[in-house]
């Protein structure tokens, strides 16, 4: 089945240690997107990509960063983690630019940071 | 900018009872709407979409949702709970300015179905 991966499912780190999350798609999309979600909160998008064209939102802060060597994986870095960056990420794709298109979404990886 | 009101952060019905998850909505442009569920430790699941034509949406496990301009409301139904559904339901607000369905979620609505 077509899908979207996230590596780790939980992932631990230190404070200040550097870290990588892992995002890959076998749906071949063109869109990916990242999105952080704390503790009983909505998801908050934190950048996309159209194909090689990365989209940064405005309160994103630069602690994240984001690369995406093809069009099947994506990557998030976090510089430097504080323990307010403690939340789940989530990937997502889609097919097209079109505003109207589902966004599919990957099981997510729990981020802890101690 | 839009943004998205979901009433009721927990919402609990008896299985077999009606569903309702309510679902408000600001736009400046057009909306396009969708419904999300989120099992424990999963990703998000597409419900349901709303974006032209037909305001009475069916979606997948017996869900469906009647966009109301009128009332910028996008409320979701089941007629008959079951104990599968448990979850946390996102309705989201696409943003029909941009380069992509950049989505704007609201805070969710937790279902808790009892026996």
């Known amino acids: 089945d077509a899908m979207v991966i996230q590596n780790p499912r939980y992932q631990v780190t230190q404070f200040g240690k550097p870290v990588t999350l892992s995002c890959s798609q076998t749906?071949?999309?063109?869109?990916m997107y990242w999105y952080q979600q704390k503790s009983s909160q909505a998801p908050k998008l934190l950048f996309h990509y159209y194909d090689k064209d990365f989209n940064n939102e405005a309160d994103t802060p630069d602690n994240f960063q984001s690369r995406r060597p093809n069009t099947s994986f994506c990557f998030l870095d976090i510089r430097s983690p504080g323990l307010g960056d403690a939340a789940m990420y989530l990937c997502a794709t889609s097919p097209h630019r079109g505003t109207m298109d589902t966004q599919y979404f990957g099981p997510g990886t729990r981020l802890t940071v101690l | 900018a839009q943004s998205v009101t979901q009433l009721g952060s927990h919402v609990s019905v008896s299985e077999g009872a009606l569903v309702l998850l309510r679902c408000n909505y600001s736009?400046?442009?057009?909306?396009?709407l969708f419904w999300y569920v989120q099992y424990p430790n999963q990703g998000l699941q597409l419900l349901l979409k709303?974006?032209?034509?037909?305001?009475l949406v069916k979606g997948i496990n017996g869900f469906e949702a009647e966009f109301k301009k009128s009332e910028t409301s996008f409320h979701l139904t089941k007629p008959s709970a079951h104990m599968s559904d448990a979850a946390e339901y996102f309705c989201a607000v696409s943003d029909g300015t941009g380069t992509a369905s950049k989505l704007t979620f609201g805070t969710g609505t937790r279902l808790q179905v009892t026996l």
């Open positions: 709303y974006t032209t034509g037909a305001t």
């Open positions: 736009s400046s442009v057009p909306p396009y």
């Open positions: 749906l071949n999309h063109n869109v």
